[in-house]
């Protein structure tokens, strides 16, 4: 086949038509025709040259040209392509390194194996079209619902249309046993958009608590126009779910508005999340009054939060143990997930017998290691104190608030307190010593022997041992696993750490190694500042 007149037009002709069926820009279409053609040309004239085509985007003329370029005597390695200056001087005036000659060359006849390949050529780069404009199209869909049309199961994995390419909803994204057949039309959830090399591929979901946000927003007016605000959903796929919400107009109930005419909307979100039942409850900045209505329908009784923790215990009446706990955990996962607070559940008898027990407890601590009565120990619980730190360093006027306390037995009290906890620091300290806990560690600042204890028993013996460690390896943590939250324990736990605490030593003995630059947390610290500055003003 020749490029002749005869067929220039027909160039754009197709050009035209292949964009227009593909749906992508014509250019595209020509620049893969002249890379085609290029291609073509190289297997006549040789694959060494550096020959390029040029399509006429009004005539449709293709012009081949040979390009050679003017390179160093030294850095000379193709002589199809490139060729020095002493060279170049037969064509051109004054050559220097970098300048090109661009000689046109002949057209070329391309036999069957050449337009083959050329064609080749050409569906690969509109096939590559296709796939980033699917890409550019879905990426900015990500977080939105979209309706689709099942194209065939794979495995458990249903695979949709998406018009153009198509998206995948994989097992564990279905609700129930939901199954599919061929043609049937479902709503999905853009979860994800990811381009790779044999396209973009399109995660689509129905399970995600985002999915059931997105579908309220379509059947409430009110979260559309952001008069209403959905704060958290906790969802129990195809079970059961807690949405909560907050209102910006005080004539508006967020609930009321939510649940609509006869329940009309929230039975809408119900029946197309296969009968899923839908708790909607009003969003609270305080957390232990959120958690109040995240329990219902369970009445609670009392509330006690640990902010530094994460922790709330939550105490019922004995009847309404099991509804508050709900089948199988489910309610208080649930209230859980919404909250994001590990929650402990126990009825009033439970709560009366763990506080008698810490009672017991205490008032022992203070008779065994301050040699005294029991009366006396109970006086001291009695008055909020509850470890021997507090007794050997608080001031000495909350001693004398106690009944029968004068500031010479309160003297005493702090001495015998001092006393203990110097002899447990002492062997503590002998204790990590002989663990292998080494002086750099020993010597730094904010362990104590107790603590310098629990980390050599954690094989934490060096401050490069320490300095590598990670914030939760010492404070504990959370780690939700197949949608259930998982205790980490923390060596440094049982000593009240913080996450920030944590965070805080840490890079203070990476410093001291020379590991961090002390400027760059400045510059970070510095950053922090602005940041929260800037979402205050917002």
Do not use: H
């Amino acid at each position: 086949m020749a490029i002749t007149s005869a067929n220039q037009l027909e160039l754009l002709q197709t050009a035209e038509a292949v964009a227009r069926e593909k749906m992508i820009d014509p250019g595209l279409v020509i620049e893969a025709m002249e890379e085609s053609l290029a291609r073509a040309a190289k297997s006549r004239y040789g694959a060494e040259m550096d020959i390029r085509v040029s399509i006429d985007r009004k005539t449709g003329r293709a012009t081949f040209t040979r390009v050679r370029t003017v390179v160093e005597d030294e850095e000379l390695e193709n002589y199809q392509a490139e060729f020095t200056v002493e060279q170049a001087r037969q064509y051109m005036e004054n050559p220097e390194v970098g300048q090109q000659l661009i000689e046109e060359v002949p057209p070329v006849e391309m036999g069957r194996i050449a337009a083959q390949s050329a064609k080749q050529v050409i569906l690969q780069k509109v096939r590559e079209a296709e796939r980033d404009k699917q890409y550019e199209e879905f990426k900015d869909r990500i977080g939105t619902i979209i309706n689709c049309q099942v194209k065939r199961e794979e495995y458990g994995n249903v695979i949709v249309d998406m018009n153009p390419g198509e998206g995948i909803l994989r097992r564990n994204e279905k609700i129930g046993r939901e199954s599919y057949r061929p043609n049937d039309r479902i709503r999905v959830y853009i979860k994800d958009v990811r381009r790779e090399q044999r396209g973009p591929q399109i995660f689509l979901s129905r399970t995600a608590p985002e999915f059931m946000a997105e579908l309220f927003k379509m059947e409430v007016p009110e979260i559309y126009d952001g008069i209403i605000e959905i704060k958290a959903v906790a969802r129990d796929p195809g079970s059961r779910a807690k949405i909560a919400v907050i209102s910006y107009d005080g004539s508006i109930d967020p609930v009321g508005a939510c649940v609509g005419m006869r329940g009309s909307r929230v039975q809408a979100v119900v029946n197309e999340l296969q009968g899923e039942k839908i708790d909607i409850i009003p969003w609270n900045d305080d957390q232990p009054t959120f958690l109040v209505n995240a329990l219902q329908p369970a009445e609670v009784s009392k509330v006690v939060l640990d902010e530094e923790a994460g922790k709330i215990e939550v105490v019922v009446p004995e009847e309404q143990l099991s509804l508050a706990i709900g089948r199988r955990g489910q309610n208080v996962r649930l209230a859980s997930q919404l909250t994001n607070l590990d929650i402990d559940i126990m009825t009033e008898e439970q709560e009366s017998a763990r506080r008698q027990a810490e009672f017991e407890l205490r008032t022992k601590l203070f008779m065994d290691n301050l040699d005294l009565d029991e009366f006396f120990a109970q006086l001291l619980v009695s008055e909020g104190f509850s470890n021997l730190e507090e007794v050997a360093y608080v001031e000495v006027d909350e001693l004398l608030v106690i009944d029968g306390v004068d500031e010479d037995t309160a003297n005493e009290l702090q001495a015998r307190a001092r006393d203990v906890l110097e002899a447990q620091n002492k062997a503590a300290l002998e204790a990590a010593r002989a663990l292998g806990v080494e002086d750099s560690l020993v010597d730094f600042e904010g362990l104590t022997p107790q603590m310098l204890e629990a980390l050599a028993k954690d094989d934490v013996k060096t401050l490069e041992d320490f300095a590598t460690c990670a914030d939760w390896e010492l404070a504990g943590g959370w780690t939700t696993v197949d949608g259930e939250r998982v205790k980490d324990d923390g060596a440094l736990e049982p000593f009240g750490i913080t996450l920030e605490d944590a965070q805080d030593i840490i890079m203070t003995a990476r410093v001291m190694l020379g590991w961090v630059d002390p400027a760059d947390l400045e510059v970070d610290a510095a950053a922090d500042d602005d940041l929260a500055t800037e979402e205050a003003e917002a």
